[in-house]
């Protein structure tokens, strides 16, 4: 990677003319010792607001970023360096400021050293001479590739505390054995470093060498995988065809996340309308995964309860939340660790081959509500040519979700005639909720000849809008179940 750092030492903003300016990391010994080795590492102000430059920096550079008082960076990986740094610097010009120096480098710190450097300090016999210029733009000094080492070499150990602050002591006990420049420092060896100067000196050591780990723009963010279709000469409206184009899409998606170790938490199926129109349809998984089959199970499930206002002429699948791939921990002693993902490829197939609906609800004329009904496996399943076009025709409404078991609550209630109504209950481990309507009681008794039950039921709505239903039987009160 290719660093273009600017460095502009007094910007003149708000900030800037505040009594007291943000200072920069300033090495130990004064300016004196900066000066001597031709470095300004001074003073400098906050740069403005990024936001006010990206527009403009954004047009010459693919990434830009800000760290620290009076620093930008730039990428110039792929382009042209020396042309890129002068249009840089003309545009921070532009924008008010005195003064702007550019270094260019393969490392951070190379580029944030030539870039505070008022001019290169003189390089040694053999040593390849560094590439800087001044003109209508500014300083811009180039670092040759590979010579980042041989560039730091003359500097002071004091122009390395602008990437990495070490302890009080470092300095100068490295000063008291004759190791004052980063050239001294660099020709050592690890453990000579690491034994005497702790990891304080193994990082001052790997700075000095060229050594910068840094990247003050982090990492690409990855694409997400997409797939797409279109047609211009007809236009969808069969469930059967869609899916069929769905299939193939979800199938690319899936084997792009596959070849990368990932899987999928969500993804987006766009639909590309006749009327010029477009509709999007996000779906989500109970867990990551890049099965195909899953995902055209969830979607087969939802597309008849889909209402597309024209006829389709294209699908779009987009990817979304990505996260990495990986194995369930299990216990080698579990008897089902080992066929659990055989199971789970048999589910899928039943699924596939019989349809979501394996079950049937049983209900009777029984009073008591968790008696009322049951579920039931089907004894045969009919594969029906669209099932899901059937299940759009439901309109929604509420549901009354029961518990499997009452769960027990204290209740706290009020006199209403000639009978108490619940005014707050309490869950185990929850919080106390207010009831604001209770409409009942609703009697239930009976079991003569077997085992004998009164209760008194109450519809309830709670201060946080829920609506559930509570009923009282002897002196306990229990939770039977929320509508949905």
Known sequence: MTFVCLWIPAWPTGAASSAEAVSGPRPPGGADAADAAGAEVGRGVEVPPLDHLTEALLRVSPRVAASGPGLLWADARGLSERPLAAALCAIVREQGAARVQAGIARTAIAAEVAARSRKPVVQPVAQPVIAGSEGEDGIITVIPAGHDRAFL?????????????????????????????????????????????????IRLWRLARGEDRRRPFGALPRT?????????????????RLLFVINRLVGQVCETLRSRGEAMRDLTLRFALANRSAAEHPFRAARPTA????????????????????????????????????????????????????????????LDTCGMEVVALSATNHPLLEQRVRWQVRESVVLEGNTAAGASAVRPSLTLQLLPDPRPVDVVTAPRRDHDVPVRYREPAKPEADVLVAAGP???????????????????????????????????????????
Request: net charge negative; glycine share 10%; proline share 5%.
């Open 153 to 201: 070499a003359p500097y002071p150990l004091s122009v390395l505390c602008s990437a990495f602050t070490p302890g009080p002591g470092v300095l100068p006990l490295l000063a008291g054995v004759g190791i004052e420049t980063c050239g001294a420092l660099a020709v050592l060896g690890q453990e000579e470093v690491e034994v005497r100067f702790a990891a304080d000196g």
């Open 224 to 240: 997400r995988p997409r797939a797409s279709c279109a047609w211009t000469d007809y236009a969808l409206r069969d469930i059967e």
């Open 291 to 350: 099965d195909p089959l899953a995902w055209l199970r969830l979607i087969r499930a939802a597309l008849g309860r889909i209402h597309l206002p024209d006829a389709v002429t294209g699908i779009a699948v987009q990817a979304g939340v990505i996260v990495s791939a990986h194995d369930y921990q299990g216990d080698i002693f579990d008897r089902g660790f080992a066929t659990a993902r055989a199971t789970e490829q048999a589910v899928a197939q039943l």
């Open 442 to 484: 609703d009697r239930v008794a009976g079991g003569t000849w077997a085992v004998p039950y009164a209760r008194e039921y109450f519809h309830c709505v709670t201060a946080d809008g829920r609506l559930i239903l509570l009923f009282r039987a002897g002196d306990g009160w229990y939770l039977h179940g929320w509508w949905d």
